[in-house]
């Protein structure tokens, strides 16, 4: 075999059924992007897990880890090692097909659905180095830096994100415990009621760029055709985050898994690398929710808020991919952190508030951005889409005190004798010692002995 720069043509070791077309060369690059991306995706989940440790003991005035290897950076290596060498145990009376079939259920959304995410522009094979294009026999070919190209990828979105919560609910139901099934419930109804409005504001985005095209609503936030949506949208990007984090059961919407409350939930009774699945799903979700955040609302590889024409290019050559790669890198690893940030500053909510957060809250707050979009977009006037928002915000405003609500579950309830339901003489009721018909928090000594035996 000749060395590569000796070369002149290597289409000729080729085999016969590949032909340097566009269509090929596109697969060729989408396995490439998926296998590289799954790479760096899993080696996110292992040190998201570390950044974690480090983020919540910064925040809370400690060290975190630091033993394992220098400032502690092998230690998603000794975690591993620690899951892989735990006793993998089954307990009795559990549906072991469907005990051992959950967590790959729950991991398989969220390894497939960052397929369709533009990690970059388009690449010119022309400007490979070395003279490749020239030698494999693609010049002037383009290609896309993304898994897949799919001009209907949102839906595709929206497709792969509702299979997440059959994982979870297979795992709660399977364990044969009262606190996972419990888990399991909670999920599953949490996951779908939020959604509800993830679509709903995704359907914002997809109005005001005009496209279901990942591609399409990058170039609609970039190159003089409008503003990152994370400007024009805010009240859709608040919506769609905080789904985000509901979808991958992160604090404060991890009520699946209270530890107060269900021991562990839905994986209470998993060990080993079963949990280590379960334990890596919700990183790999919260990666990806990043990814997709970073694509609908912060312009993808876009470094420009504002839309300018100073930007980086949408099509040039290797360079540019990975600059653009490398901006979307650094989208990411900000709203991860900040996800995490958020987990160690918000307490849980109890899980009536967070499901009336969902249907009294977000849903209805989402149908009227949706309806302000919709009435801009047929207008024309989605350079201005930003109006909608202060409109929606105002509209939430002024007739949400007007929806029906849910009675509220924290009332007081009078207890005869308590110091919010003090006895009154006279009033039907017999007489006690004045300590009992006392208000105040602290009984007086001059009001007599404090005990009537």
């Known amino acids: ?31 490439l992007v998926i296998l590289i991306m799954l790479h760096v995706i899993l080696g996110g989940c292992a040190y998201g897990i570390l950044l974690e440790r480090k983020l919540s003991a910064w925040m809370q005035d400690r060290v975190g880890p630091n033993r394992v290897g220098p400032m ?35 991991m398989m959304p ?13 690449l010119e094979l022309s400007q490979l180095p070395f003279d490749l294009a020239k030698k494999l026999g693609v010049e002037g070919i383009t290609v896309h830096f993304s898994g897949a190209v799919v001009n209907v990828g949102m839906i595709y979105l929206l497709a792969v994100a509702s299979l997440g919560v059959y994982g979870v609910a297979l795992g709660g139901w399977a364990s044969n415990s009262k606190f996972s099934f419990l888990g399991g419930m909670r999920a599953s109804a949490q996951m779908i009621s939020y959604e509800i409005p993830m679509g709903l504001a995704l359907l914002c985005v997809v109005l ?24 024009q949208q805010p009240v859709a990007a608040i919506l769609f985050y ?4 509901a979808e991958s059961n992160r604090a404060p919407f991890d009520l699946a898994e209270a530890e107060s409350e269900l021991v562990g939930g839905y994986h209470t009774e998993y060990s080993s690398m079963r949990f280590a699945m379960f334990f890596l799903a919700e990183y790999f979700h919260m990666i990806t929710g990043a990814a997709f955040f970073s694509l609908l609302f912060l312009g993808g590889w876009s470094l420009n808020p504002f839309g300018g024409t100073t930007d980086l290019a949408l099509q040039g050559g290797p360079l540019l991919i990975l600059a653009q790669w490398g901006v979307m890198l650094g989208k ?21 508030q967070l499901m009336r957060l969902a249907w009294e809250g977000m849903i209805p707050t989402a149908l009227v951005m949706l309806l302000i979009t919709a009435v801009f977009a047929y207008m024309g006037w989605n350079h201005h889409i930003w109006l909608g928002s202060l409109l929606c ?61």
């Open 1 to 31: 075999m000749p060395t590569l720069m000796g070369l002149q043509d290597l289409t000729q070791y080729l085999p016969s059924w590949v032909a340097p077309t566009p269509a090929f060369c596109q697969f060729v690059t989408g396995m």
């Open 72 to 106: 502690g950076l092998l230690q998603p290596i000794a975690d591993g090692l620690k899951f892989i060498m735990k006793e993998e145990f089954t307990p009795r009376g559990v549906d072991k097909a469907l005990f051992m079939l959950a967590p790959t259920l729950i």
């Open 110 to 122: 969220a390894m497939i659905s960052f397929a369709i995410v533009p990690w970059g522009g388009i």
């Open 208 to 231: 005001t760029a005009g496209t279901l095209d990942p591609y399409g609503i990058v170039k609609a936030q970039t190159h003089g055709n409008g503003m990152w949506m994370l400007l």
């Open 242 to 245: 905080t789904c985000m984090l």
């Open 332 to 352: 990411v690893a900000f709203m991860v952190a900040f996800a995490m940030a958020i987990r160690w500053t918000l307490p849980r909510f109890r899980f009536d």
């Open 393 to 453: 915000i105002a509209a939430v405003y002024l007739l949400g005190p007007m929806l029906p609500k849910q009675a509220n579950p924290n009332h007081r309830v009078g207890i005869i004798g308590s110091r919010f339901s003090p006895l009154v003489e006279g009033a039907g009721t017999v007489s006690r010692h004045p300590v009992a018909l006392d208000d105040s928090a602290i009984p007086d000594r001059r009001q007599g002995p404090l005990s009537m035996h």
